[in-house]
């Protein structure tokens, strides 16, 4: 029987200025990813990067956002990540041009 939750993916957290895993699928799962925002919390402009990977780092075929600019203050809701079916094992990845400058959260889909 399967099973289809709606659940917060990602909860509000502080992106790093360097690539890292923010959302891993569980064993057994695959997630849809319903909204994805990236908020800018600073004063200045930043730039965020995001994909999905099998695990390892972000490259030239995982990476869906790429250095967007982001305005002091601005929440930018992602339409590259919107609507994506992540697999089991499958990572979210993301990082900001500042390191606590932009806060990160999704929401989705998770089916067992």
């Not at 799962?29 to 999905?52: D, L, M």
């Not at 079916?85 to 998770?110: E, R, Y």
């Amino acid at each position: 029987m399967t099973t289809v939750t709606q659940v917060q993916l990602v909860a509000p957290t502080q992106l790093g200025n360097s690539d890292a895993s923010v959302y891993t699928v569980p064993t057994q799962t695959t997630a849809k990813v319903g909204r994805a925002v990236f908020t800018n919390t600073t004063a200045s402009a930043t730039t965020i990067s995001a994909g999905i990977t099998t695990g390892g780092a972000l490259g030239a075929s995982t990476t869906l956002i790429s250095a967007r600019p982001i305005a002091p203050g601005e929440s930018y809701v992602s339409p590259e990540l919107a609507g994506a079916v992540i697999p089991a094992g499958s990572q979210i990845h993301a990082f900001a041009g500042a390191s606590t400058a932009v806060t990160f959260t999704a929401s989705g889909l998770t089916i067992v």
